[in-house]
């Protein structure tokens, strides 16, 4: 079991940065491929970016390939999104997840999620 709690959403302005965090309790945080997805209001949960279990490897979405940036820390138990060069379009709320495979931006293929952090990025 894997729960999962997420921090450092905001409101910034178009061009801006935000650091979101995911912190993870469990001592089998670092076997699992760690994602982050976002849903905007009246819109589907979207694929933002996962990393591999060791950190390794990582797999964006293409628009926001470029500006964000994840990574882990296993000591920590914790999974960072920097997010640069935001956008208005990248207002939602975001969510961190867990899943045992790598690679998929499937929501139904991560086994754990957190509750959400607001991001709102003004233009």
């Known amino acids: 079991q894997v729960q999962l709690v997420e921090s450092g959403g905001g409101l910034v302005q178009a061009g801006g940065s935000l650091r979101l965090s995911c912190a993870a309790s469990?001592?089998?945080?670092?076997?699992?491929?760690m994602g982050w997805f976002r849903q905007a209001p009246g819109k589907e949960r979207d694929f933002v970016a996962a990393v591999n279990w060791s950190g390794a490897s990582t797999y964006y979405a293409d628009s926001v390939k470029g500006r964000f940036t994840i990574s882990r820390d296993n000591a920590k138990n914790t999974v960072n999104l920097q997010m640069n060069s935001l956008k208005p379009e990248d207002t939602a709320v975001y969510y961190c997840a867990a899943a045992r495979l790598f690679g998929t931006r499937f929501s139904r293929d991560y086994n754990y999620w957190g509750q959400g952090t607001q991001v709102t990025v003004s233009s």
């Open positions: 469990g001592r089998t945080f670092s076997s699992y491929a």
